[in-house]
Nanobody, 116 residues
């Protein structure tokens, strides 16, 4: 069982930046893929960015060039740096950990609101 705790959400004006953090209860090197997903009201949960424990990252086209996912193995934490935020980035952001042997785990989510 992997426990994930997100932080860093909040209210920001369009064009601003936020950094989300996701602290994992076990060493991230033991987790095959870490990711950030988001869900806006009335929409399905969608992938934002993922990163493997080898450091390979992948981004949704809507955030590519604006968001950066990174890992701090010493802190067992995954970050999502979000720049040039847009109102359409408003959503609850969820951290995900995927282990091939045991499946996926989710955090409780953190709200990001971007005002125009």
């Amino acid at each position: 069982q992997v426990q994930l705790v997100e932080s860093g959400g909040g209210l920001v004006q369009a064009g601003g930046s936020l950094r989300l953090s996701c602290a994992a209860s076990e060493a991230i090197v033991r987790i095959h893929v870490m990711g950030w997903y988001r869900q806006a009201p009335g929409n399905q949960r969608e992938l934002v960015a993922t990163i493997t424990n080898a450091g390979y990252s992948n981004y949704a086209s809507s955030v590519k060039g604006r968001f950066t996912i990174s890992i701090d193995n010493a802190e067992n934490t995954v970050y999502l740096q979000m720049n040039s935020l847009k109102p359409e980035d408003t959503a609850v952001y969820y951290c995900n950990a995927h282990k091939i042997a045991t499946g996926s785990y989710w955090g409780q989510g953190t709200q990001v609101t971007v005002s125009s």
